[in-house]
């Protein structure tokens, strides 16, 4: 014992002597300890502007998927996920960082980011923790939920602020790999994406809390104080490059190779349309590949309701088009694109027929037919000769069906569950549920349930916001206030 307690007092004398502190050791003097906004930026770029998602594919009814009943497809859902709180606390630290530093500019796209990931999970549950989640940068276990309607007037509000807030700011941002820093970009973004949030909101026109009419006409009627997408240089997408971490989500994906396909559905509209993007996204069904790859005959397509055992009889009889290999063999394929030039125009073509702003309804429709179509490199010749059919052509009394389609058909594998939830909100194009492989009642699932997490660390508040909403029963069949 004696020479025990000789050797603790040695140590306890050279530590004092040393004047040097425990913790000094634990920190490596050649790491920083502190992530600067621009590095942040980054990484909130590329969770937030990676839109490449099958399992949205498949609910949307553009893929189906042979190697198994993907609960996407068929629509067996249940509990989703709350991990866009995860990508809001990174935006949190950024605009904490930002304060630090002194650098504005990243404080007012925090707002946007923080708008942009809250309204995704609105739109996937319902109410949420919002203004208690935004609070600091720790995970809060016990946060209230905020009504639909107060996420999205929050939203809005940030929005507006951050708008207002770049304007008056022109200094670039480092680490901005979707803008290269370019504040009139931003302001672009943040005021068309805006629009879209406001386009969310089509069912509650009569709301004064959004004045919606108004305050949508207020920025497509200003385009000095909201300047908007004006070409598709300004998407906000992310590129990718062929090194390790930064390739095509899909690249050398064995699943994606051998088990999608296209939905026959999705098959049947392009080809009544003749739409030459058929041939960018689809390979030739094997049983006619002595055909040219233009023949719109050499494509088909499963049935996305029908039971698995029914698609793989024919996909065995080469009867199904692959999703075309570019998806999985080129390791840069094309950008994610979040939110875009086509989309904008597609919205402001709907905002005419709504009677929101005015102008060509026509114009707007082509226009974003056009911008999608240049987007994946098709020849003028065939654009103008496909905007120049008369099934493409906007037809009286179907102007919102028309538009919604060819929103549709942009929005493969590109922007996320953007999709299945125009398809929620204006019920076009139909997503077939005929078939006998459809689960939860061969109804199309309107939201997910709220995560097991929830119900046990903060069960008070989620089954408070579920007794409020639906009444009590958490199911994906619930109606949302967005929808009522």
């Not at 672009?188 to 919606?212: D, G, H, M, P, Q």
């Not at 402001?348 to 929101?356: N, T």
């Not at 194009?429 to 349930?449: C, E, H, Q, T, Y």
Request: net charge negative; proline share 4%; charged share 20%.
């Amino acid at each position: 014992m004696k020479k025990i307690y000789i050797a603790i007092t040695a140590i306890a004398v050279f530590g004092l002597a040393s004047c040097s502190k425990y913790e000094d050791f634990q920190v490596d003097p050649n790491r920083t300890t502190q992530a600067t906004p621009d590095l942040l930026l980054t990484t909130i770029e590329r969770l937030a502007f990676n839109e490449v998602n099958t399992g949205a594919a498949l609910a949307s009814r553009q893929l189906a998927y042979t190697d198994g009943v993907s609960d996407q497809q068929y629509y067996g859902w249940q509990r989703g996920s709350f991990s866009d709180y995860s990508n809001l606390r990174q935006v949190l630290r950024m605009e904490k960082e930002a304060v630090r530093v002194g650098k504005p500019a990243y404080q007012s796209v925090a707002k946007f980011f923080r708008a942009y990931f809250g309204i995704q999970l609105t739109m996937s549950f319902g109410d949420i923790p919002f203004s208690e989640a935004l609070k600091g940068d720790e995970a809060q276990y016990t946060s209230t939920y905020d009504t639909q309607e107060s996420v999205f007037l929050q939203a809005l509000e940030l929005l507006e602020q951050a708008s207002s807030e770049l304007a008056n700011i022109d200094e670039p941002m480092q680490g901005d790999v979707v803008y290269d820093g370019s504040i009139l970009k931003w302001r672009k973004l943040i005021n068309s994406y805006t629009l879209r949030v406001l386009t969310y909101l089509s069912s509650k026109e009569s709301n004064t809390a959004f004045n919606l009419k108004q305050r949508f006409a207020a920025i497509v009627n200003d385009p000095s104080a909201y300047p908007l997408f004006t070409g598709n240089a300004d998407n906000a997408q992310l590129k990718f490059h062929d090194i390790q971490g930064n390739r095509y989500p899909h690249y050398n994906d064995n699943s994606m190779q051998t088990a999608y396909y296209m939905a026959e559905s999705f098959v049947d509209t392009l080809r009544h349309l003749q739409d030459p993007r058929l041939f960018l996204f689809a390979a030739k069904a094997p049983i006619h590949a002595d055909l040219e790859d233009g023949d719109f005959n050499a494509y088909g397509g499963l049935n996305g309701s029908a039971p698995i055992t029914e698609n793989t009889e024919k996909v065995v009889a080469g009867e199904a088009s692959k999703i075309n290999p570019r998806y999985y063999t080129d390791p840069v394929n094309e950008a994610s694109v979040a939110f875009g030039y086509a989309e904008l125009q597609f919205i402001l073509a709907e905002a005419v027929v709504r009677g929101w702003i005015t102008g060509s309804a026509e114009t707007f429709y082509k226009e974003g037919i056009l911008a999608n179509m240049m987007f994946y490199g098709i020849a003028n010749a065939t654009i103008e000769a496909y905007l120049s059919s008369p099934n493409v052509a906007l037809q009286a009394g179907n102007e919102i069906s028309d538009i919604m389609v060819q929103k549709y058909i942009a929005s493969f594998m590109q922007g996320g569950w953007q999709p299945f939830f125009e398809q929620r909100r204006t019920g076009y194009p139909l997503f077939d549920v005929s078939g006998g492989g459809v689960l939860n009642d061969a109804k199309i699932p309107k939201r997910w349930m709220y995560p097991e997490a929830e119900l046990q660390l903060n069960r008070a508040s989620v089954n408070e916001a579920i007794e409020r909403q639906f009444a009590g029963a958490d199911n994906v069949n619930g109606e949302m206030w967005l929808l009522k």
